[in-house]
């Protein structure tokens, strides 16, 4: 079965400073990787994907990841984060397989203070 | 192209009391989910679909129930609600690779 763990519930960074929130998954097969934002009081939103190819994925406001199979590892990175980054980031992983099930972390509070 | 639209997006129930919540979507997707999420837990699935007439249970399915008559709609039923089932409800469908596309939310409360 596969799971996603975020160790950080909660990460309290200043203004302009370079964050990474981390993600950690298990498989046993290939996966498709997912971080989404939720902002105060909305739904979700997808930041970024990797499905395959570059192991750097791009996404949304500045953010990017990097895949990483030996370390089952999909961090989420910003050089440098605004205020308008307090959000809620998970984390979630699928085999793309019949179901589509998405399994979700637990979420990290990206706190950003001025 | 409206994505995934749920109504109600604010409910208040009595102990007992039954309810749908409905979701549609109108990107063709055949794969649509109903998540539950609460604080420090993430979003646990409670019911998802891979088509129209075919449904299946999620990690938390107790007290809920689902019907897929059409490709766009997917409502999601409560029972007989209990104070536990007091939460913000998500729906999504996906696109053929797994990436999901979410509605807005409905939050409820039992009281």
């Known amino acids: 079965a596969q799971s996603v763990t975020q160790l950080d519930s909660q990460v309290p960074v200043f203004e302009e400073a370079p964050v990474e929130l981390r993600c950690n998954y298990s498989?046993?097969?290939?996966?498709?990787l997912f971080w989404y934002v939720q902002y105060p009081n909305q739904g979700l939103q997808l930041l970024l994907k990797y499905l395959s190819g570059s192991t750097l994925v791009k996404g949304i406001n500045g953010f990017e990841a990097e895949f990483n199979k030996s370390q089952t590892s999909f961090h989420l990175r910003k050089p440098s984060v605004h205020i308008s980054d307090t959000a809620e980031y998970f984390c979630a992983v699928t085999d793309g397989g019949a179901t589509n099930k998405l399994i979700f972390g637990t979420g990290t509070l990206l706190a950003v203070q001025p | 192209n409206a994505g995934v639209t749920q109504t109600p997006k604010f409910q208040v129930l009595k102990t007992g009391q039954s309810m749908t919540l409905q979701c549609a979507q109108d990107m063709n997707h055949e794969y649509m989910s109903w998540y539950r999420q609460d604080p420090g837990m993430g979003l646990r699935l409670i019911h998802y679909s891979v088509g129209a007439g075919i449904t299946d249970q999620g990690e938390v399915p107790n007290g809920y129930n689902v019907s897929r008559s059409t490709t766009e709609d997917f409502p999601l039923r409560l029972l007989s609600a209990a104070p536990s089932q007091t939460s913000v409800y998500f729906c999504?469908?996906?696109?053929?690779?797994?990436?999901?596309?979410f509605g807005p939310g409905t939050r409820l409360t039992v009281l």
């Open positions: 999504a469908s996906s696109s053929p690779w797994g990436e999901q596309f």
């Open positions: 498989s046993s097969v290939s996966v498709y």
